[in-house]
């Protein structure tokens, strides 16, 4: 049995459906992320998950047990705010101590675990300082400690990164996943940023317009898309409108407008005569120059239109016959050289078929 | 630019010169000793010995002063209740039915409470009908400083405390009260200030007998004005001071521990 597990869950504000029969079952020690844009529904089912708001239908079941109708001081469940949302008028050692009082543990065991949980965020000679005396890192980490102390089931973090540079963020997000490892207590994050949910997450649920689009981990999310909303919310992808020629297991024929044809993996379900995209990731694509064109499967010509270099990789915009853009990504790992194609060079552009999907629609 | 600067300069001491300077001449002649406000005589303490041995004096400040700390109790409770509500639910009317009495003239508020108390309580007029009619007139003042304060908060906090494992009375005793106290308190004294020297109201809804202080200083200033007048109006003017600072004091100091961000 998951440790969770959401059933057919909806909530609307008026006439809007912010989040629309989601089901999810996540299991325990689970990285778990719900990832989508602003306005996805991922904040709503996790407010739900926390108790601050009640759905209109379906359930929520911790261990097997609907939580709907618990309030949230009873849930086993803590929250980490976007804000932090940490008491300003208590210092950190207070802050940390709050859930522990709350469930009304003896003073001596407070302190111990206070003292322990403070040497863990390395914040010990801050512990009487009070929140607007933190940095933003420091305040992040006491949010944590004071999320994790006593011990819950499952620890919800709403864009707990969102408020820190960028620098700091990166090593937060490694803090993270150590820290997620170390407590063993199920994490459920929301974010929108895509690449922090591949970073961070054993399962990414992708949400849009209050449904799930896909679940899946962050490889499968990231390289077998199951829909073209998939496939352009998580990182940069190419795609090209295709019909289908021929639907025959291991690989479909597909025909590209004005370009020709190329082959895709095969899935179930798709039909010959069906029009949807080609979706191409830009490092998948690989350039050759015209000249060096020997053998080469399915390939298109164009011209190099345009490149952008940003140190480790440059990314080369190719025009195509037709005047389709699609664009490439190479490592920039010869030694001492920016680019490898100038603008206005004929290319050719190919790819492996295994790494291209086929989009309905 | 140095002259424009004088004249500002100028411009404001008269201004407050203009404020400050009857002021200051009330507590002067409260110890002049000549039974005439026109000319100073030499110092004498014998108005404030005089005020202190007029029972009606006394008893009027005594009544203004459980007056005003009741209905500050009352009011302050009950507008710490409403400014809370007003944030919580976005409820458009609720401000509206909260801040209107500040609004309302006086007289209006005094004529329609004391029709109020006599033609639908049946209610002997004393002080416990001064009490309600002042609760009434400071609830708003209170919600509004309340709901300021709350305002420039992290709704999120509370959310938290609820989130820890806290009550729903838990999380106001051990986080929100806390965090809105100074404008609690603020509150509070406001509503004192405002109690004890209020007049129209006062006026309608006593009644007969209880002497109330802003009434008893009209009534000997209608036979003669005495500088015992001065000495009750510097007494009044000390406590209402007392109450400025207290407040300022708060404010720098309690916010600041409590400020978001």
């Known amino acids: 049995m998951a440790l969770l597990e959401i059933h057919d869950v909806t909530k609307h504000f008026g006439e809007f459906a912010a989040v629309n029969s989601v089901n999810i079952a996540i299991e325990a020690g689970e990285f778990f992320t719900l990832l989508g844009p602003s306005g996805c529904g991922k904040t709503t089912l996790l407010r739900m998950i926390a108790g601050f708001d009640q759905p209109d239908s379906g359930q929520i079941l911790l261990d097997g047990v609907d939580i709907v109708s618990i309030p949230p001081e009873k849930r086993p469940i803590h929250t980490v705010f976007q804000s932090y949302a940490l008491f300003p008028h208590l210092t950190v050692e207070s802050n940390i101590a709050f859930p522990l009082k709350m469930s009304g543990k003896t003073p001596d065991e407070i302190r111990s675990r206070v003292k322990e949980s403070l040497d863990n965020v390395r914040l010990t000679s801050f512990a009487n300082r009070f929140p607007h005396e933190l940095s933003g890192g420091q305040k992040q980490r006491v949010a944590f400690a004071r999320g994790l102390i006593n011990r819950p089931r499952l620890l919800l973090l709403d864009e707990p990164l969102g408020a820190l540079d960028a620098k700091l963020r990166e090593e937060m997000q490694i803090e993270l996943i150590n820290l997620q490892q170390e407590v063993g207590v199920t994490f459920i994050f929301v974010t929108h940023a895509q690449n922090e949910a591949l970073a961070l997450s054993h399962r990414i649920a992708v949400m849009n317009q209050g449904g799930i689009e896909q679940i899946d981990d962050p490889s499968k999310i990231y390289n077998f898309p199951r829909n073209r909303f998939v496939a352009s919310f998580i990182g940069k992808i190419n795609m090209l409108d295709v019909q289908v020629l021929e639907a025959t297991s291991p690989q479909l024929r597909l025909s590209v407008m004005g370009l020709g044809e190329v082959a895709a993996p095969w899935r179930q379900g798709i039909k010959t005569g069906d029009k949807g995209v080609i979706a191409i990731r830009p490092e998948q694509v690989q350039i050759l120059h015209y000249s060096e064109n020997l053998g080469v499967a399915d390939h298109f010509t164009g011209k190099v239109h345009d490149y952008l270099y940003v140190g480790d990789v440059t990314t080369y915009i190719v025009e195509l016959c037709n005047g389709l853009l699609i664009e490439a990504l190479l490592p920039n790992s010869t030694p001492g050289r920016a680019k490898l194609f100038e603008i206005g060079d004929s290319v050719v552009v190919t790819w492996q078929y295994e790494a291209s999907t086929y989009l309905n629609g | ?261």
């Not at chain 2, 033609?119 to 003042?141: D, E, K, P, R």
Request: hydrophobic share 60%.
């Open chain 2, 1 to 261: 630019m140095q002259i424009s600067n004088l004249r500002l300069w100028i411009a404001a001491v008269l201004v407050y010169a203009f404020l400050y300077i009857p002021l200051v001449i009330v507590v002067v002649y409260s110890f002049n000793d000549s039974k005439l406000n026109a000319e100073w005589v030499g110092f004498t303490l014998f108005w404030y010995e005089a005020l202190f041995n007029n029972i009606e004096m006394l008893a009027a400040v005594r009544n203004s002063l459980i007056i005003a700390v009741s209905a500050s109790i009352l009011a302050t409770i009950l507008g710490t209740m409403a400014g809370l509500a007003i944030h919580r639910y976005k409820l458009k009317v609720l401000p509206v039915i909260v801040f209107t009495p500040i609004a309302m003239p006086e007289i209006l508020l005094g004529v329609s409470l004391l029709l109020f108390f006599l033609q639908v309580l049946n209610l002997t007029l004393g002080l416990v009908s001064i009490i309600i009619a002042h609760t009434t007139f400071c609830i708003g003042f209170v919600a509004i400083i309340v709901r300021a304060r709350l305002k420039d908060m992290d709704w999120c906090i509370f959310e938290a405390a609820r989130d820890l494992g806290a009550s729903p009375w838990q999380s106001f005793r051990l986080v929100t009260l806390p965090l809105i106290m100074p404008a609690v308190i603020a509150g509070a004294l406001m509503s004192f200030t405002l109690s004890i020297d209020d007049f129209v109201i006062t006026f309608f809804t006593k009644g007969v007998g209880e002497p109330i202080l802003p009434i008893q200083i009209y009534t000997m200033i209608k036979v003669a004005v005495t500088p015992e007048i001065n000495a009750i109006s510097s007494l009044l003017m000390l406590l209402t001071l007392a109450m400025i600072i207290i407040s300022t004091k708060l404010d720098s100091s309690v916010l600041r521990a409590g400020s978001i961000r």
